[in-house]
C-alpha cells in the first residue's frame, strides 16, 4: 500500500491580504483557509489546491493595468 504525503502548503511568505478579494496575495488562500490548513483532510487541501490556478488568474487580471489607463 503506497502512503500518500500530506499536501504541503501553498504559503510563499508574502502575508498581504488583498481587501477586494479576501485572499493573500502570495498563497491566494482566504484567512480561513490560511487558519484551518494544518486541520484540513488531504481531500479539503487538493479542493483548495485545484482552486488557486482560477484566483490566480482572476488576481493578475485585476492587476492588469487597463487600455483607458495607459
Partial sequence: MLESRP???PCI???VMDPATGWCEGC???LAEIG???R???D????VMRGLP???RIFA????PTEAGR
Fill in 7 to 9: 499536501i504541503k502548503s
Fill in 13 to 15: 511568505s508574502v502575508c
Fill in 28 to 30: 491566494l488562500r482566504t
Fill in 36 to 38: 484551518a490548513w494544518s
Fill in 40 to 42: 484540513l483532510s488531504a
Fill in 44 to 47: 479539503a487541501r487538493e479542493t
Fill in 54 to 56: 482560477a484566483r490566480r
Fill in 61 to 64: 487580471e485585476k492587476r492588469a
